[in-house]
């Protein structure tokens, strides 16, 4: 049997097909600009000395060179043989309701969801049972029949949905005639010596209610069938919604203008499962009902199957490279300038190196102890899952803190256990596992993103003094992060910045009272301007009265030339003296200047001596 281990490099290949074909397009593009300049016939002579197909010849194997390559790196691989291997356990065929009422969301994500996440779960803990899958609604489909490839078993699973059947319904009838002839037609041939246990496990919300079921029932226990059942979903139901192919909620199912509700009929699933002689459980999120039926599978009389397995595959790898060193050490000879001589050695040492590289890597895969091949494929996995929507986050989560239980002292493990639980918003659990990795064996990047994943950990819980210490670290494992010392900064900053509000409250109180003063002070101004004008407008009256009087003649209305000579009449009064003028002038004057600063206004000339003021 042949395979490839990583076949995502063969795209390399056909990389380099596409560059020949790029190489044949310009070679003609730059015929065509020499043909503007000479003729065909001449051409020959100005390009005398540079051989055409030699040139091409040198593409090509440099290309073939890089493809050979890109092949070695796909490791292609043969097994050597087919052994037949004899493994104990029972015959099983699960049946998963497709129906639209499984669409419900009382259970998080869905109904469906979740059950298929319980038959991961169970499918992760078998051993060498033989495993069918049946998906049914108001018909019956068989998706997979009988076998021991469980990753068939989870691709038909993670295909299936509420349109895999086209009719609607819960029928319980259709699936377990379906399963009798699954194990009829696909199961092991029961004898006198030989005998298989056979289960039907359906998980379901049990919304049937045909009499024909419970009679199926007493004919499959006749067969040595037992049946099994997992409720999905609560009794106090759900609505079923209704999403668009996008996945966009339209609205829910309705029945005669009303929201239908669907509810779990947990009662019916065990009175199958205690006629078909085998146990009834609840679907729960952290899956403790799939340990239980575990174990009671694993209480069941156990059949001996012999299934067929590839034996060791060969590593093959070293054949397409060393046929791309032998491409390359040709391309080498035919080049003749010493530039590019150099170039082809470089590339030349770089291929011993790279095939050296991945015989290491093959032997150190072989020699590690660290993990299994199988704790490998489950923290890959988690990896990958973890990246996915919700469901599988919670999925991986699980894959995740088994390995870091069970491999304690492995620092990438647990590393990468608290990130999963950050991701999936538990902080403080993240930044309890990543505590303890401070106590493990560990590189010095490893311990740096430790700490520095820790620190920003403790400041979404807003422990500062945590999260500086931890920056503190990893700024001495790494001086040169300016990303830590951002982060110390900014730390720092909102420290400092809590202190000083007040100072900043008090300095803006300040700035409201000045100005409530200057408000004040201006409303003053604004009077005292008016009383002016006021007293202004009377002493015009008065003198327009006095003009109008007999007994004295109209005083003439300077023009505008003699008022600039004109003197003013002086100020008469039997109660102020000259002293007291002055003083009351030099105090208004201090007062305007007062108010001139605060105001920050520019300084107003005098008038000069002998203007009235």
Not at 238 to 246: F, G, L, N, T
Not at 444 to 464: D, G, M, S, V
Not at 576 to 596: A, G, H, S, W, Y
Request: glycine share 6%; aromatic share 8%.
């Amino acid at each position: 049997m042949f395979r490839w281990l990583d076949p995502s490099w063969l795209y390399g290949v056909w990389a380099c097909l596409g560059l020949f074909v790029l190489y044949i397009i310009w070679s003609r593009r730059q015929k065509n600009q020499w043909l503007k300049h000479f003729s065909q016939q001449n051409l020959r002579y100005v390009r005398k000395g540079s051989d055409k197909a030699a040139h091409l010849s040198r593409v090509v194997l440099l290309l073939i060179s890089l493809a050979l390559l890109f092949v070695a790196l796909a490791r292609p691989q043969l097994g050597q043989g087919v052994e037949s291997v004899k493994v104990q356990g029972v015959e099983l065929i699960i049946g998963i309701d497709l129906s639209k009422s499984m669409l419900a969301e009382d259970l998080k994500p869905s109904r469906l969801a979740l059950a298929k996440k319980q038959i991961n779960r169970l499918l992760d803990n078998l051993g060498g049972d033989r495993v069918g899958l049946i998906g049914f609604a108001g018909s019956a489909v068989l998706l997979s029949p009988l076998t021991n490839d469980f990753s068939a078993i989870r691709m038909f699973l993670d295909s299936a949905d509420e349109q895999t059947v086209s009719t609607q319904g819960t029928n319980f009838l259709a699936v377990l005639e379906l399963a009798k002839k699954s194990f009829e037609d696909g199961g092991m041939e029961v004898t006198e010596t030989q005998r298989v246990t056979r289960v039907v496990l359906l998980i379901t919300d049990g919304e049937d209610h045909q009499s024909e079921t419970m009679k199926k029932l007493e004919e499959l226990g006749e067969s040595g069938i037992r049946v099994f059942t997992v409720g999905v979903g609560t009794e106090e139901g759900a609505p079923i919604p209704d999403r668009d192919d996008r996945g966009y909620l339209r609205g829910y199912q309705k029945e005669a203008q009303q929201v239908v509700v669907s509810k779990a009929n947990f009662e019916s699933l065990r009175a199958l499962a205690v006629k078909g002689g085998g146990s009834f459980f609840v679907a729960t999120f952290n899956g403790t009902e799939i340990n239980q039926l575990r174990q009671d599978l694993q209480a069941l009389e156990r059949a001996e199957f012999e299934t067929e397995i590839v034996a060791n595959y060969q590593e093959l790898f070293q054949y397409p490279l060393i046929l791309s060193f032998v491409c390359l050490s040709i391309f080498f000879l035919t080049i003749v300038n010493w530039r590019q001589f150099t170039r082809a050695g470089a590339a030349m040492v770089f291929l011993a190196i790279f095939g050296f590289s991945l015989s290491s890597e093959r032997a150190m895969a072989q020699t590690s102890e660290s993990l299994n091949p199988f704790e490998v494929y489950k923290n890959n996995q988690a990896l990958k899952y973890s990246e996915e929507d919700e469901a599988e986050k919670l999925r991986s989560l699980e894959a995740l803190e088994s390995l870091a239980i069970a491999n304690s002292n492995d620092a990438k493990l647990q590393f990468n256990y608290a990130v999963l639980l950050w991701v999936l918003k538990r902080p403080e659990a993240a930044l309890k596992v990543l505590e303890r990795i401070s106590q493990l064996d560990a590189s010095p990047e490893l311990r740096f993103i430790q700490y520095f994943n820790a620190a920003a950990i403790a400041t979404e819980l807003k422990k500062i003094e945590l999260a500086l210490a931890y920056y503190q670290k990893a700024l001495d494992l790494n001086p040169n992060s300016q990303e830590v010392k951002h982060n110390i900064e900014l730390l720092l900053k909102s420290q400092s910045g809590s202190g000083g509000d007040s100072d900043q409250q008090k300095d803006q109180k300040d700035q409201d009272q000045s100005q409530n003063e200057q408000q004040q002070q201006d409303k003053k101004q604004g009077e005292q301007g008016e009383d002016e004008k006021d007293s202004d407008k009377e002493e015009a009256k008065d003198k327009k009265d006095q003009g109008q009087t007999g007994d004295q003649p109209p005083t003439p209305t300077p023009s505008p030339k003699d008022q600039g000579q004109q003197e003013p009449k002086e100020f008469k009064s039997e109660e102020l003296t000259k002293k007291d003028v002055q003083n009351i002038l030099d105090e208004l004057k201090r007062q305007e200047e007062k108010i001139r600063n605060q105001l920050n206004q520019k300084p107003v000339k005098e008038p000069p001596n002998g203007k009235d003021w």
